[in-house]
């Protein structure tokens, strides 16, 4: 029996074929076995946003995961369970969101976004921080973050101080309010620059102290908050240029289109 040409070539680009594909999945078989032969050599762990709010460190992120998750080095690499060391590191407090993979090297790289916190509150003996999403946690020994101090009559329930929480209800929307006043003071530098402190009274209302004079402004609820530092801008433009500095104990803002000096 003859072959014409053209079979006789197909079966010859057919073999050609078997053997390509016979020598990938060779490969790949070694590539694998080579793999799960790999075994962790290190880590290597980036704190990805500024050092400016450092509240975990890279050696802190290797106590996490040695006390939290185990042994990493020496294990083969294909044994590491990367989601479930995620889930470790994203349940620390001051941490929003891990990322872990291994590179060819037997490298494990962690990354890691810490929380960002715009406020910082004192309750009593107790202090912490809350950022924008409503999350708040605790300080840390030795390390802080240059944001507006807010204490007293705090009304949000931390519980644990060692944990942090998601606030609701509300917490959450009084936290809500807060946030949005403190954008506006960072918005507005002068704001930022000049009040150092708020005090929140017995009666849930905010006492705002500047960082030179002796008055002190009584800003009540957090709400209508542009209004208010009108009010404050006024004074410090009318008022004080009269010649009436450092005279006032109180300036109150509370009322609309008033300014209360006492």
Known sequence: MKLSGNILVSVFEWAAV???????TAAMNASAGSRKAQLCTGMDICIRDSTENRFVSPGDIAGYVSADYGQVTG???????????????????????????????????????QREPV?????????????????????????????????????IETGDAGKGKAVSGKEKEWLDRMGAMVSYMNRHK?????????????????????????????????????????????????????????????????????IICK
């Open 18 to 24: 078997c053997v390509i594909l016979i020598c990938l």
């Open 75 to 113: 294990i083969p690499v294909m044994e590491l369970d990367l989601k479930r060391m995620e889930t470790v590191l994203d349940s620390r407090s001051a941490i929003l969101k891990s990322e872990a993979y291994c590179t060819k090297d037997g490298i494990l790289h962690i990354d890691v976004t």
């Open 119 to 155: 406020m910082r509150f004192q309750k009593g003996g107790q202090g912490f921080y809350a950022d924008e999403r409503g999350y708040v946690f605790p300080l840390k020994p030795g390390k802080a973050s240059y944001v507006i101090v807010i204490d007293g009559n705090i009304p």
């Open 190 to 258: 002068v704001w930022n620059r000049s009040i150092v402190q708020i005090h929140v009274s017995d009666n849930g209302d905010l006492i705002l102290i500047p960082r030179e004079g002796r008055e002190k402004f009584i800003f009540g609820k957090p709400e209508k908050i542009e209004e208010k530092f009108e009010l404050m801008e006024l004074y410090y433009s009318a008022v004080v240029p009269s010649g009436e500095k450092d005279r006032y104990g109180t300036v109150d803002v509370r009322y609309d289109k008033q």
